[in-house]
């Protein structure tokens, strides 16, 4: 990675993280403010901007990030009660790092998005 984003940085070890999952093409760390009693990060080793920036010969990435969490889930113990993953993009999506990152949540019964009151 040759961009500096916080993830960047993290990567090559400049800022310390809780780094729980990493191998050739992926890593993941505790976010530092957790939306859930689990918030884990994935984050794909290769530069790619958001999601829609993303080039054909990349796709390959959101299904490693998937995978890994999905990993990560079942060796944490909590995959049968369930998780969400989530990947914003953009800013009125609610991305704030411009680095493709996959959001596990996960620990407690989470509410619905997109339901009316």
Known sequence: MSEDTIFHRILRREI???????????????????????????????SVRTLDAMQSSQSHLVGKLAY??????????????????????????GQTVFQLHLHLLAGAPLGRFGTSK
Do not use: M, S, T, W
């Open 16 to 46: 310390p993280a809780d780094i729980v999952y990493e191998d050739d093409e992926v890593f993941a760390f505790r976010d530092i403010a957790p939306q859930a009693p689990v918030h884990v990060l994935f984050v794909p080793k290769e």
């Open 68 to 93: 890994a969490a999905a990993e990560f889930a079942r060796k944490e113990g909590f995959a049968d009660d369930g998780y969400r993953v989530v990947i914003n993009c953009n800013a009125h999506g």
